[in-house]
C-alpha cells in the first residue's frame, strides 16, 4: 500500500504499555474545529498556596535567582552576595559551573566551583568533572534526550540531566535558605514557592521540557503540580521589568542631562561623542582604578574627582529629551533664569559628589531629586518630579526588547495593551540566536590559536584545565572594558603555567611567537611579561558577534529559499530584520510604530554594543538601555510568576500540527498520498495545522480536536507533532487551498501527544463486547460532508461531532451513568484541547464518552 513507506506510517507506534499498538489510522480528526477561546477546559491541577515566587535565571555563564513575596509583591529581592568573584569583574550572578567530586557527587557551584577545581592538583583535577557553560548545549544539541549526554572538562560524559539538576537543585536549596533565614528560622519548603525558571525565547519544545525535568528531579515542584513551575521565556521576562520602567531608570546614555552636557568641563579628552568618561562610571570605578592600562586614558588622572557638573543648559536638556522620548510636554521645564541660579545653588562639590554615587540610577535620582530641591527654592513649590519619573511604556507603546546575554540575543516585541494591569501583547514571533557575549570569547581563543597554534591551544586546554580557566578570567575583564572611546592597549596576563608549557611544546618561549605572530595581528608582548591587546584588535574580536546581533546576511526573514539547504527550525534573526518588518508593517497602517528598543542581559553592559545598537539604530527607533540591564531578566520572570497572564495573546514561533488521513479528493490531493482502507480512499500525511507560524494565540486560546482510537479497549494513543516555519517557497508548494504535508520539506517532527487512556475505561465483560462495532480502520470527519461525521452512541444523533462543542457534549455525558455496553456499543472519542498562548504547549483531553479526563502530555525528548 502507498501508505507504508509514507511519513504517517512511522506514526505507527507500540503503546508504552506493549499493549495494542497505536495507529494513528485509528484516529478521527476532525480538521475544522478549531474552538479559539470558545473553550473552557477545567484543570485538573490542584490550587498552588505558595506565598513566594522564586525565579531562577539559568544562564550560560552566569546564574542566580531572585525572588518576591505574593503578598508585597512590589518588592523584588535579588538573591544574597555570592562568595567569589573575579577581580576586576563585577557579578551580581554566579558562574554557572557545577563541579562533580571523583565518585560523581555534587560538590559545588559557582565561584566555588570554580575556585575548588583551580585549586585542585592537576593530576587530581583530572579525576573531577567541571562543566562550565553547558546550557547551550541544550539550544544545540537536535537529538536532545533525556539521555544526553555533557562532556566535562576531563572529557568524560556525564548525563546532562544529572548536571542540569545539581545546578537547579543547588538555587533551590539556596534559595529556601534564604528565605528560611528571612522567615525567622521557620522552614520555608518548596511547597510554599512557585517556581520560575528562564530560557532563551528561542529554545525548542525538547529544551524547555528537558530544563522542567530537571527541575522535577532537583525537587522544584514534580510532575503531580505542573502549575508550581514556570517556564519564563528570557526577553519576555525583560519585556515585562521594561513595561513599569520610569525615565529615572535609564542609565547615562539615556540621561539627558548627562549625555547632552556640552560643558568644556564634562566631556572626556578622547570621547568623541560627549559620553561620560569610563571612570566616572561607578559601576566600574573600582575596576578602573585597579586598572594599569587606563593611566592617562582620557587624559584625567585617577583617584581625582571629575570636573563638576557645572553647566545645565535648558535648552539642550528639553531637546535632548524630546529627543529622547519624542514627547516634549512631558520634560520638566526649566527656564534659563533657573538654570542660571541653579549653577550657582548647586555648590561644584555637591555636583561632584553626585557624579561618584554607588550606582547610575542612584546618581542619576540624585541629580534629579536635587535640582527638584533647588527648584523648590526658587520657585517656592516643588516641580513636578512626576514628569521625569514618568513610567516610559504608556498605553499601546510597542516596544522591542533584546536580551544579550552570554549565549543567546532573544528579541521580542511587545505592546502595552492596559497600562492599568500592566498586560502585554507580543506582536511578533521571539526571535535571535546564538550571538551572546561568549562569541567574543571564542573569537579571542582563535586569536591566540593564530599565535600560539591550535595544537598548542587544545592542548594546553585538556592539560591545564584550572589555568585555561584563569586565562579567561583575565578575559573577561579586559572585554568588559573595551570601549569604542579607548585607543590604549589592554594587557591580558597569561598564567604562568601557559608559558611553561608552550615553551616545552614548542621549544620557545611565548615572547617570540607573540613577536612572530602577534605584531600584525595587533598583539604586543608588555614589558611586564602580558599579551598586550590592542582596542582595535578588541573591537575586532566583537565584531561578528555585533554584526549578527545588528543583521545576519537575510534579505528577510521569510524568505524560505536561502535557507532551503538549512534545518528550518534553525532560523536564527536579527534586530534589522525584525525592525524591518515592523516598520512594514507600521507603514501599512497594520500595526502602531516601535518606539523604543531596550538593551537589557549582561552583554549590553558592553559599551562596544550600547555603541553598535545605537548607531545602527537610534536613527528609527528610540534605543533604551536600563539601569540594572543585567538583572532585568530575574526581576521580570519574579514579575511573571506573581501573575503569569501578564502577557495576554503570545505569537507562535512555528506552524505546529499533526499527521492526518483525509478523504481524498481529486484534483485537490496528489495521487501518490491517495491509500484505500476501509472501503474508502484517503489522502495520507496532510499536516492538520493547529496553529500557525507567528499566529497571535491568547493565552486561554484553546484548539480542540477529537480523536478515535482504533479499538474501544485501547490504552493509549500517541500522535506525532510536527512543525514547520512557514514560509513563501513552501506556501507556493501548497497544493491547494490550505493542504500541507508531513512529508513536505522543511516539516519536521518535533514530539508526540501522548493520550493515557487507562483510567477512563472500563472493559467490558466479554469479549464480544469489546470488539468496536465499527471494525473500519478509521473515519474522517469534516464539516463540509456532515454524512461523513461520526455521531456517537446515539445521544448527540445528529450532531457532527466536528462542528459540536466538545465542552458541552462531555458536560452532557459527564452527567449521564453511561453503561459498560452503552460504551461498547459507541466508539470511543477523545477531545484533546490543546493551548499554544502559554510559554510551554499545553494538552488536556476528555474521553467523550465516559466523560472522564484523559491524560495528556506532550513528550519532546523521545523522538
Ligand atoms: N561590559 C561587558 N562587555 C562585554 N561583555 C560583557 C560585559 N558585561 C558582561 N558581559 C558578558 O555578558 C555575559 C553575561 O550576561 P548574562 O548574565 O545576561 O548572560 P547569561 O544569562 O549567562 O547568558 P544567556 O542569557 O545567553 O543564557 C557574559 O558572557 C559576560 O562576559
Ligand atoms: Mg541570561
Known sequence: ????????????????????????????????????????????????????????????????????????PDNVHMMKKWEGGDPGVQNQKTPTIVLLDPERRFHSLGFTARDSYHDLDPKEANKWFYFDKFKMELHDDRSLSRD???????????????IFSHALGYFRDHALRELSDLAGGALVTEHDVRWVITVPAIWSHPAKQFMRTAAYMAGLADPNSPEQLLIALEPEAAA??????????????????????????????SSPSGSWPHHYRANNSAECR???????????????????????????????????????????????????????????ETVSDWLVQESEGLRFHVIYSSIAQHLSKIRHSVPDLSLVIKCIIIADTVYMVVDCGGGTVDITVHQMTDTKAGHLKELHKATGGPYGSTGVDKEFEKLLEKIFTAEFMTAFK????????????????????????????????????????????????????????????????????????????????????????????????????????????????????????????????????????????GFSESELLQQHIRDA???????????????????????????????????????????VL???????????????????????????????????????????????????????????????HETKAMVSRKISGDVHFVSDAGVERVGTLLLDLKDTWEKPSTDEEFQ???????????????????????????????????????????????????????????SVHLKFGGTEVKASAVDHVTGKCVRASFDFLSL
Not at 506510517?9 to 477561546?37: E, F, I, K, T
Not at 546576511?553 to 536561502?562: K, P
Not at 448527540?796 to 456499543?825: H, L, M, P, Y
Request: charged letters at 20%; hydrophobic letters at 35%.
Open 617 to 659: 539604530f537610534s536613527h528609527r527607533v528610540t534605543v533604551v538601555i536600563p539601569q540594572g540591564m543585567g538583572l532585568a531578566i530575574l526581576r521580570g520572570a519574579v514579575q511573571f510568576g506573581l501573575d503569569p497572564a501578564v502577557v495576554t495573546v503570545r505569537r507562535s514561533r512555528l506552524t505546529y500540527g499533526v499527521g
Open 240 to 269: 515585562i521589568y521594561c513595561r513599569k520602567l520610569r525615565r529615572h531608570q535609564l542609565v547615562s546614555g539615556n540621561n539627558p542631562v548627562l549625555r547632552h552636557t556640552h560643558s568644556p568641563y564634562t566631556r572626556p579628552v
Open 148 to 162: 544526553s549526554l555533557l562532556s566535562a572538562a576531563n572529557g568524560q560524559q556525564v548525563p546532562a540531566m544529572e
Open 1 to 72: 500500500m502507498a501508505a507504508r513507506d509514507s511519513p504517517l506510517r512511522s506514526d505507527l507506534q507500540s503503546s508504552p504499555d506493549g499493549s495494542s499498538p497505536l495507529n494513528v489510522d485509528s484516529a478521527v480528526v476532525s480538521p475544522n474545529n478549531v474552538q479559539l477561546g470558545e473553550v473552557t477546559v477545567t484543570s485538573a491541577q490542584p490550587e498552588s498556596n505558595h506565598f513566594v515566587v522564586v525565579a531562577i535565571d539559568f544562564g550560560t555563564t552566569y546564574s542566580g535567582y531572585a525572588f518576591s513575596f505574593t503578598r508585597d
Open 462 to 601: 585538556q592539560q591545564r584545565p584550572a589555568a585555561f580557566v584563569d586565562l579567561m578570567v583575565a578575559f573577561e575583564s579586559r572585554k568588559r572594558n573595551a570601549s569604542p572611546h579607548r585607543s590604549n592597549p589592554l594587557n591580558i596576563a597569561l598564567p604562568f603555567s601557559f608559558i611553561d608549557m608552550f615553551k616545552k611544546f614548542r621549544g620557545k618561549d611565548v615572547e617570540s611567537a607573540v613577536r612572530k605572530h602577534g605584531t600584525g595581528l595587533g598583539v604586543q608582548w608588555s614589558s611586564q611579561g602580558m599579551l598586550r591587546v590592542s582596542q582595535e584588535t578588541m573591537r575586532g574580536l566583537f565584531q561578528d558577534t555585533l554584526d549578527n546581533i545588528q543583521q545576519v546576511n537575510l534579505t528577510g526573514i521569510f524568505n524560505f529559499s536561502q535557507f532551503e539547504h538549512k534545518n528550518v527550525l534553525e532560523f536564527n534573526v536579527s534586530i534589522e530584520s525584525v525592525l524591518s518588518l515592523l516598520e512594514r508593517e507600521a507603514s501599512t497602517g497594520n500595526s502602531s510604530a516601535l518606539q523604543y528598543l531596550f538593551l537589557v542581559g
Open 772 to 830: 468496536s462495532p465499527d471494525a473500519r480502520p478509521a473515519k474522517v470527519c469534516c464539516c463540509s460532508r456532515r454524512d461523513e461525521a461520526f455521531h456517537g452512541d446515539g445521544t448527540d444523533a445528529g450532531n457532527c461531532s466536528v462542528c459540536g462543542s466538545f465542552s458541552s457534549k462531555s458536560e452532557t455525558r459527564k452527567s449521564k451513568n453511561i453503561s459498560t455496553s452503552q460504551i461498547s456499543s459507541a466508539r470511543r472519542e477523545i
Open 662 to 724: 483525509n478523504r481524498f479528493q481529486d484534483g485537490v490531493h496528489p495521487a501518490e498520498k491517495r491509500v484505500f482502507a476501509a472501503g474508502a480512499d484517503w489522502c495520507a500525511d496532510v499536516l492538520d495545522v493547529f496553529v500557525r507560524v507567528d499566529e497571535s494565540v491568547a493565552v486561554g486560546d484553546v484548539v480542540s480536536r477529537s480523536y478515535t482510537p482504533a479499538t474501544l479497549g485501547q490504552s493509549t494513543v500517541v500522535l506525532h507533532l510536527y512543525a514547520t
Open 290 to 348: 585597579s586598572d594599569p592600562t587606563e593611566a592617562n586614558e582620557s587624559g584625567v588622572k585617577k583617584g581625582v574627582s571629575p570636573r563638576p557638573y557645572s553647566t545645565i543648559n535648558a535648552s539642550a536638556y528639553k531637546k535632548t529629551m524630546a529627543d529622547s522620548f519624542q514627547e516634549p510636554d512631558d520634560v520638566l521645564d526649566i527656564s534659563e533664569n533657573e538654570v542660571s541660579i541653579l549653577q550657582t545653588s548647586c555648590a561644584s
